[in-house]
DNA sequence: TTGTAAGCGTTATCAC
DNA sequence: GTGATAACGCTTACAA
């Protein structure tokens, strides 16, 4: 069934008038007498009027809409960055577009193709996991499609960038767990190519190193998808207890990396703290409330929300090519409850 | 800075032919020479040309595109459920468009003024817990305009609808804390006019009916936004509290509820289940990583959201106007954890 | 086999 | 103060 909207032509024809008149009219055009627009005006009200903004984009060429692309919305800290862009973007008159991932190189090229033929204005994305070969974007950007990426970042493509500083809450997380007393310190993490994934466990190792502590390359995991499917954090989690040095502490570092982590010691009846130590890079809501509380890295992704979306719509309304491009570096928060607590602290 | 894409005019006009026959030849038309399909379609691939979406969905009033409206992406309830209806729209060819309503009428009103402007084929729909006032989907689907509620549902609006059935679930979470042995059972629910309130308060007086209990309505208390803020949880059960019998077992109606529940016990030093136990209508990922593990009434909310996309492809796609409308129903699970066990249970 | 023209809904430009 | 026309990008009768 199709459904048919009411259309300037109608409100022309039923009242007699020209579609320029009408369009005129509704847009309290100084040309057209009061009588006229009165008539339009509430003629148009009593058949519940809309402009289609589809012919309003072919016209104008714009949208008035930003695209999004993140791994899982299901994921608390992509849910509280798009709180984020929504809220400068209703601000600015702008709609958002929302599209996940799911990890998938596939599923982000589809989106990525969808929102940019569809003629959003601008688009923010955190790339999948699985992404490695950026052409899709690259042809984007060097046509002077608006892009800024978010979280999960590229040096091949100059433009805007919105990141936390992943190497500090890399480094904040394992110190707090050197100074907390434990030895054999572990890493869990996202796929190694990934920008983030570089600069957390790069901050990990600078945090060993300045202790003093060996660095065992063997006590670092890497997830391709992120520990979105459990298996993938449970097979890292064996291989990594199954070692005859096992680790008093394990930085696991990104959300779904976290849970399912906790989800695996709790299976294999591995106290938290007591057997292991854990801390999360993550943003879930729930840390205080599990059982023991949560020691997370938080990241301000409500603030890098509004940054990203400040950027790009500065690059769609700018008047001429933007050649200077930045990136802004927020600063993450350490949390530390009871998950990383040891009654024999060396402190 | 304005992204200008390639038409098929820049094509022709470099090429030397017809728009039409550049049409015809990306179309793959039996009307045109091999030689010159070569020719555009090469042409076409070394340029990058992408047909303009809006201009294609001018012409042909659809977009292959559905609109979502949900509270809270940051819901798991409502994230499973996106992602059970982009399992479907995807496999048909059908973009999806997510928004928000933040339990606002308003932020609801503009979103489906936005998505119904002919920007999507079709509306799928949770009412925000704020909404009263359905003129603005009474009209769209006077005219025809495919709709199909999920969740949260009105009587005043005849088309498709997919529920849980919440009067079972309500019913079975209440009959398990009576089965424990708990005597003063409080309900938390989301606003009173709600569907799902009607139904899972229905359910939990049922419970109690059935059981010979006598019936409080002090309570059952009601947040008009269903937990979303954190104060309006914390009001509802001070009051609770202050009541001279206090309630020894919660029910939960809904997700934000639940866990402001717990929030609010943590805070105020109230010990689950040793001084109260607690249930919820809840589809929170983390339930069994709680302290202590959280029981729960769950939803299928996944096959929920597959349902309610085959509804609404089947209304989108119907030839004649469709007359006869469907509610599913689903069954929701109970989950027993700790949360509700009672060591001197008179079970 | 290819080209011309109309039309989708809207607005800007130019007439009257 | 109002109307006719062209244009946005595309498809499709209809002509040639």
Chains 1, 2 share one sequence.
Do not use: W
């Amino acid at each position: 069934m199709k459904y048919e909207a009411v259309t300037i032509k109608d409100i022309a024809r039923e009242l007699g008038l020209s579609t320029s008149t009408v369009s005129r009219a509704l847009r309290d055009s100084y040309e057209i007498s009061p009588e006229t627009k009165k008539l339009v005006l509430e003629y148009a009200e009593k058949i519940n009027y809309r402009p289609n903004p589809i012919a309003l984009s072919l016209k104008e060429k714009r949208t008035r809409s930003i695209g999004i692309v993140v791994a899982e919305i299901a994921n608390s800290f992509f849910s509280q960055i798009i709180n984020g862009i929504e809220s400068i973007a209703y601000d600015k008159g702008y709609n958002v577009i929302i599209t996940q991932s799911h990890e998938s190189f596939e599923r982000e090229l589809i989106n990525v193709q969808y929102l940019a033929s569809r003629s959003i204005d601008g688009l923010l994305i955190s790339l999948a996991s699985e992404t490695r070969d950026l052409s899709h974007l690259k042809h984007l950007h060097e046509r002077g499609y608006p892009i800024v990426f978010f979280d999960r970042i590229v040096d091949e493509i100059n433009t805007h960038k919105v990141i936390v500083d992943n190497t500090k809450g890399g480094y904040d997380a394992t110190t707090h767990l050197i100074k907390s007393g434990f030895k054999n310190i572990a890493a869990l993490a996202n796929a190694a190519y990934l920008s983030i994934t570089r600069d957390r466990i790069g901050g990990y190792q600078a945090a060993l190193e300045e202790h003093k502590m060996k660095q065992d390359p063997s006590l670092i995991k890497y997830c391709l998808h992120g520990g979105l499917v459990y298996e993938e954090v449970e097979q890292a989690l064996d291989s990594l207890f199954k070692q005859k040095k096992k680790p008093d502490a394990i930085f696991a570092a990104a959300d779904k990396l976290t849970t399912n982590c906790l989800r695996y010691f709790k299976a294999k009846g591995i106290r938290v703290p007591e057997d292991i130590a854990v801390i999360g890079f993550s943003n879930i809501d729930l840390t205080e409330l599990l059982s023991p509380s949560l020691s997370v890295v938080r990241q301000p992704a409500f603030e890098m929300g509004q940054v990203a979306t400040e950027l790009l719509l500065n690059l769609i309304e700018s008047k001429r090519p933007v050649k200077d491009f930045d990136t802004r570096m927020l600063q993450p928060d350490l949390f530390i409850r009871e998950s990383t607590s040891r009654k024999n602290s060396s402190l």
